[in-house]
Each structure stands twice: as C-alpha cells, then as structure tokens.
C-alpha cells in the first residue's frame, strides 16, 4: 500500500472520492489493519458497514439505517435529556466536562442497546480505547489496547437487550454481524458527536445563537470529523490525475464550496439525527461554568476535531463517575 500522495479538496473531487466505484474504504490487499490480525478486533472491523464497499456494504447499511429509524426523534430526545440530566449531576470541573461530551452519545446509545448501568463507565473508557484501534495514526500501544478492548466489548454486547440492539438483530439477520455492528455505533457516534458538542459550547461562549444554530454553524464551518480516506481498488483518476491500484486519498470534508460534515454517498453516516438530537440535549441541560472552557487542545487524532478541556492544575483523573 502506498502512502498518501493525493489530497481530495475541491467539490468536485470529495464527491468523485466518495462516490466513484473505483475507490473503496479499505485498500484491496489490506482489508483489515495488519495490527488487528488475530485480535479480538478483527472480526469486528471486517464486519463493520463501514469498512466494507459493494453489496455487502449497502445491504447492511439498509438494515442498520432500518433499526436507527424504528426509534423516533421524541423517543431519543427524552433518553438524551434523562442520560445527560444523570451525567451532569456530578459535573464541576473542565475535565469532567470534556469526559461528560465523549460519555454522552455512547451512555444514549447504550441505554438503547441495554447495556447495563453499572457498567457504564468502563464502557466509554473501552469505546474511547476502540476508537484509537480503528482510527488511523495509532500507536503500537494504542493498537493493543484498543484490541483487548474490542474483545470486552463484544463480550458486554452479547448480554445486551435493549430495543434498539432487538432491531438490529432483527434487521440485520445475523446477531454475530449485529453485535459487530452496535459496536460500530458506538465508536461512529462517539468522536463525532463529542466534537459537535464541544465547538457548539465554545461557539455559546462567544456568541447569543440558539442551540439550533450553533449546529448549523459548526456543521458548515468546522465539522467534527474533517477527513477520511479512501483507497483506489484500480488503476484510475481523481480530478482528472492519474492514481495506481492501493494509492491512498485523504478526503477533505470542508471544502471552499461544500461542507460534507456527515460524508457522502454510499457511506453517509446514517446517524446524522440522532447526533443532532444528542447534541441538543446536552445543550439543553448543562449550565457551564465559563471558566470550564478557559483552557482546551484539540484531541490527537488525524480526522477528528475535538475540544478537551482542562483546568488551570490539569489532573487527568478527575472525570467524574462516568
């Protein structure tokens, strides 16, 4: 597989990139990470909707779109406002504000999933661990640790029975490919979700804008999750420039013309409701502390755009509960 030479940034060549059957989510000879080979995360990411292209991709992606849209937008406010309402009690510092945005969109997934309550808090150090599994630039460590903790979340999926796991199941067919897949969401609806409510609360701090437009704004100007990568599956060409067969793409998702702040095409997140919804209910509920957004970094990550916030005397073990 060969590095990344080709940079997708116009219009044009985003739409090309994430549409166009000569480009693919995972290069031909590499379908799984090499790091993830004989982990409890391999079967995971070769199940996963979107680590897959062709039939397979869009036959799963129509049941799980199926089991998302059984819940309606009522039904995910109030669980969203009842889990947000819980996390916030303990809330009084930056940095467990900063655990509060990873912890919200996997705690309203869970309570959909039914994942039991007491394990809640190991959930999101296990999700947040995943996610650094999957997501490119790894280290060896991070690697490892993400691996061992796919395998404890498929062990804490296998107990589920929530309504929302029930229709994934039932959509899906297959309860393996199901519990795959409700990982899956878990992992998606985290660092995208999180970073939406983070820019939305530093955008609060500066401006008088609702709720509602402060989503527009962050979604239009700066999108949580700002690249993603496609492989070509041929020899073929992007913009008009001529690619080899595994040659890499880093796909802008800003561009001057267009945000694709939820992608494009085939593999459009199908959860763009339900991270609006969320993110309003964390809106909703939280009374923050101005002094809670005086100091934050953006997360390490090579497609996410997430603020974590810190105190003055930072100690990265108070987090809260959760």
Sequence with gaps: MTTCPFSAASRQAVREALSHPHFGVRPTDEPVPRALLGTPAQS???????MNDGVRQSELKLAIEAALAWHDDDEIRQTAVDVAQRLAGSLTTAEQLTRFNYALPICVLAELLGVAHRDRATLVDEVLAFVRCIAPGGSTEQMAAGAVAAGKLHLRMQQADGPLFVQLCQQVGDRSLAIANAIGLLFQACEGTAGLIGQMQLLANERQQSAEELILV???????????????????????????????????????????????????????????????AAMSVLHIKPEWLSHYRWRVSQNARVAEFYSVQENADDRGDF
């Design 44 to 50: 995971i990411f070769a199940s996963l909707v979107r």
């Design 218 to 280: 962050v979604l239009q100007q700066s999108p949580p999750i700002h690249t993603t990568r496609r492989f070509a599956l041929q020899d073929t060409r992007l913009e008009g420039q001529p690619l080899v067969k595994g040659q890499s793409v880093l796909v802008h998702l800003k561009t001057p013309e267009e945000s694709f702040a939820f992608g494009h095409g085939a593999h459009r997140c199908p959860g763009e409701r339900w991270a609006r919804i969320i993110a309003l």
